[in-house]
Nanobody, 121 residues
Framework: QVQLVESGGGLVQPGGSLRLSCAAS????????MGWYRQAPGKQRELVAG???????NNADSVKGRFSISRDNAKNTVYLQMNSLKPEDTAVYYC???????????????WGQGTLVTVSS
C-alpha cells in the first residue's frame, strides 16, 4: 500500500500565505510526477501545479506568480507554497503522485485525502 498524507491547510486572511506538504509512504519503488489539485464547492477538480521527477514544473494560469511547487525526492514529499492568497483560492487541495510500488513495473496514480484551505477575512 502507498499513502499520501497532506498537511498545512487552514484558515488564512486574503493576502496571506500557507505552505502545504504531501508525504508519500509505504512500499514505494519510485515516484514520477507529483502535483496539487483543488476542488472548490460546486466546481470540478482542477490542476494547480505539477512537477516531474526531473523538476519540470507547470502551473495553472490562475496561480502563476503566487504559488510555487517543489519536491524533496529523498523524503518523497511535495510542497505547495501559496502566497498572496485570494478568496477564490478557497478549496480542498489534493495531492497526487504517480507511484511505482516495489516489485511492480507500472506507475499508478495515488491521491491524498485532501486538506481544506479557506481564504477569508
Amino acid at each position: 500500500q502507498v499513502q499520501l498524507v497532506e498537511s498545512g491547510g487552514g484558515l488564512v486572511q486574503p493576502g496571506g500565505s500557507l505552505r502545504l506538504s504531501c508525504a508519500a509512504s509505504g512500499s514505494i519503488g519510485s515516484i514520477g510526477a507529483m502535483g496539487w489539485y483543488r476542488q472548490a464547492p460546486g466546481k470540478q477538480r482542477e490542476l494547480v501545479a505539477g512537477i516531474t521527477s526531473g523538476g519540470s514544473i507547470n502551473n495553472a494560469d490562475s496561480v502563476k506568480g503566487r504559488f510555487s511547487i517543489s519536491r524533496d525526492n529523498a523524503k518523497n514529499t511535495v510542497y505547495l507554497q501559496m502566497n498572496s492568497l485570494k478568496p477564490e483560492d478557497t478549496a480542498v487541495y489534493y495531492c497526487n503522485a504517480d507511484v511505482r510500488r516495489w516489485g511492480e513495473s507500472r506507475y499508478l496514480g495515488v491521491w491524498g485525502q485532501g486538506t481544506l484551505v479557506t481564504v477569508s477575512s
